[in-house]
């Protein structure tokens, strides 16, 4: 079955850096976009970056831009997020998730399969 497992998560302070990954398995990956989300308490989920399945497009919320990188590696079925300049607004639950389409959305709702999420908290 599809599984994608994040990792990289951790408790960081402001102006520090965190690189997550996110290991994809049971589906052919290079055929597959990648997006990753975040979702912090009561508030809704919301787009960080995505990323065409080539690598070669990649889509950035303004809030992330320039702090953070979306990448992939599709010989190790991987996509990062690497993460610096952090701020205590970047707290939330980040999940990865998998479009079979060679481009990249922000739209969840085209997202076929997601990870568990991992946590991310920034302290002031």
């Known amino acids: 079955q599809v599984q994608l497992v994040e990792s990289g998560g951790g408790l960081v302070q402001a102006g520090g850096s965190l690189r997550l990954s996110c290991a994809a398995s049971?589906?052919?990956?290079?055929?597959?976009?990648m997006g990753w989300f975040r979702q912090a308490p009561g508030k809704e989920r919301e787009f960080v970056a995505a990323i065409s399945w080539s690598g070669g497009y990649t889509l950035y919320a303004e809030i992330v831009k320039g702090r953070f990188t979306i990448s992939r590696d599709n010989a190790k079925n991987t996509v990062y997020l690497h993460m610096k300049s952090l701020n205590p607004e970047d707290t939330a639950v980040y999940s990865c998730?998998?479009?079979?389409?060679?481009?990249?959305?922000?739209?969840?709702?085209?997202?076929?399969?997601w990870g568990q999420g991992t946590q991310v908290t920034v302290s002031s």
């Open positions: 998730a998998a479009h079979r389409t060679n481009s990249a959305s922000v739209n969840y709702n085209l997202y076929d399969y």
């Open positions: 049971g589906l052919p990956f290079s055929v597959y976009a």
